[in-house]
């Protein structure tokens, strides 16, 4: 049990290499609920450039599985978080949908939306997150969410293509941590009534104890749920008021990567990058019917091709036969052990209490039921193709 | 009576007769998190002191575990397979993972006593 070989497989698990590379090279970031983790006795690791919780005391099972019964908060404040700002919202919806291939010109007031930022060649640079505002004296901004990992490369990329009349403006001075779970709804009503008017994938500012947050219910574990954001010098106090509620406690990275598992999303840097395409990935469905018809997005005749004529290979459940856990880099065969692709997320689910993966295969296996192999220390173990998500998203719609 | 040897690797060696029983250490399970899958050799396999001897994952990562000693695997917990998890609660008793018939009695003197151990793991944490 050597340590490094321990400390290398979570490498594995939680970062890409250039993560890794870029958390030796540079001393790490804290985020604004920094001292909350150490004093919660949380266990810290980089990621993502910041020191983060990976899980506190009660250890990631019983993380995963009190979010999936109660409430879960989890600091996530090491995303990138900004505002596309232009004169009026078809100016800013245009901008950005020259980058990404959803519908952003039709968000409604508060509408929430899943894209990616796109490659020349349709390639996924980043997912993220974007929120019209409710407001319309608001109209030309929208709220976007990107990754921790990638958040400078995108803004780079975006402010390089965006027109003279529409800006990005980061707002790193503010923190954002989600709170998830069966639960989460009647804990922030106790703090802030208007919570329950929410919808999934809606987003409104509002006060939460007094404290100013830009709040959306949604989320990356499968459950009901609320990403807020706060200034930074408030955060730990709303994240004090959360945890002092008895259905809350705090949740590492260690369950939000189990749980999002289950929930069948993809993590970026792992299943889905530069080298995979939305349809590639699965996520046809976060590309709206006038894009398909119009394009206008980077990538649009690969996307075009895909969409009429299939990919060569898709993004699929697993779900492993055995009790064995086939991770990151397994090769997935058929079983004559012909190689057909590779899992890109693999390891166990906490709720549905099985090993549970995903992966890329030629799409000739990639029906539901297919029977392949997975090797695992050179051992082939039987698997089939599964339907996502492993745990039923319950989402208040 | 027996004594119990440890490597640097967290693995332990508890010594009845000419027989060891191998497992991982308290530390090692706390480092581990939540154990959900253990592979076991074969009985009657042999295995080489510094050999891969089981596998152990827990949620996030899976870990190879060393032979402490060498011998031949005489006889694994089967238990294990059905409660991984006893490997968290119960690492030095019921959470053992093989026993090996020792080859060479000489190879325990290389091995850490408790004290040295303890000593270690402070050292490391």
């Avoid at chain 1, 490369?153 to 293509?161: Q, S, T």
């Avoid at chain 1, 639960?183 to 929410?198: F, G, H, I, Q, Y």
């Amino acid at each position: 049990m050597a340590k490094p070989a321990m400390a290398s497989h979570v490498h594995l698990t939680l970062w890409t290499n250039e993560d890794f590379m870029a958390d030796i090279g540079e001393s790490l970031l804290q985020t604004p609920l920094h001292a909350q983790h150490v004093a919660a006795g949380a266990r810290m690791v980089p990621f993502g450039g910041y020191d983060m919780p990976v899980q506190y005391p009660t250890g990631i099972l019983n993380e995963h599985l009190w979010t999936r019964e109660n409430a879960g908060i989890f600091d996530v404040s090491h995303m990138g978080q900004a505002w596309l700002v232009g004169p009026d919202h078809e100016t800013t919806a245009r901008a950005l949908e020259k980058l990404v291939p959803a519908d952003m010109l039709g968000l409604k007031h508060g509408q929430q939306r899943y894209t990616q930022l796109l490659t020349d060649e349709g390639g996924i640079i980043d997912d993220l997150m974007v929120t019209r505002p409710v407001d319309p004296a608001m109209d030309g901004k929208l709220f976007l969410i990107v990754n921790a990992g990638t958040k400078e490369g995108d803004y780079l990329h975006m402010a390089a293509r965006l027109p003279a009349d529409v800006r990005l403006e980061r707002t790193d001075d503010h923190a954002l941590m989600a709170l998830q779970g069966p639960k989460a709804c009647e804990v922030l009503a106790r703090l802030a009534p208007e919570a329950t008017e929410m919808t999934f994938m809606t987003g409104r500012f509002m006060e939460i104890a007094g404290i100013p947050a830009h709040v959306s219910r949604s989320g990356y574990t499968g459950e009901d749920g609320y990403e807020i954001s706060v200034p930074d010098e408030r955060a730990a106090e709303l994240w004090d008021r959360l945890t002092a509620d008895e259905a809350v406690k705090p949740i590492g990275l260690g369950a939000r990567d189990s749980l999002r598992l289950e929930a069948g999303y993809c993590l970026y840097g792992h299943d889905i990058d530069t080298r995979t395409s939305p349809i590639e990935a699965a996520l046809n469905w976060s590309i709206q019917k006038r894009r398909r018809e119009e394009g206008g997005f980077p990538g649009f005749d690969r996307i075009k091709g895909e969409l009429t004529n299939g990919t060569a290979r898709k993004r699929v459940g697993i779900q492993p036969e055995g009790r064995a856990p086939a991770r990151e880099g397994s090769v997935i065969a058929t079983p004559d052990g012909r190689e057909i692709g590779v899992v890109t997320s693999g390891g166990f689910g906490p709720s549905v209490q099985t090993p549970v993966a995903m992966g890329y295969v030629a799409t000739e296996f990639a029906a539901v039921g297919t029977d392949i192999h997975l090797i695992v220390r050179g051992k082939a173990l039987p698997a089939k193709v599964a339907a996502l998500p492993f745990s039923p998203h319950r989402y208040k719609r | 009576m027996s004594t119990t040897r440890y490597t640097k690797d967290h693995e332990y060696v508890r010594v009845e007769g000419d027989t060891g029983i191998v497992g991982i250490t308290d530390y090692a399970q706390s480092q581990l998190g939540d154990v959900v899958y253990v592979e076991l050799p074969a009985v009657g396999k042999a295995v080489e002191k510094g050999g891969e001897a089981a596998v152990v994952e827990s949620v996030k990562a899976a870990s190879e575990v060393y032979a402490p000693v060498s011998g031949e695997v005489v006889e694994v917990n089967g238990d294990l397979e059905a409660a991984p998890a006893t490997i968290n609660e119960d690492p030095a008793g019921k959470g053992w993972f093989i026993k090996i018939k020792l080859k060479d009695a000489g190879e325990l003197d290389a091995l850490m006593s408790q004290e040295d151990y303890d000593a270690y793991v402070k050292s490391i944490s």
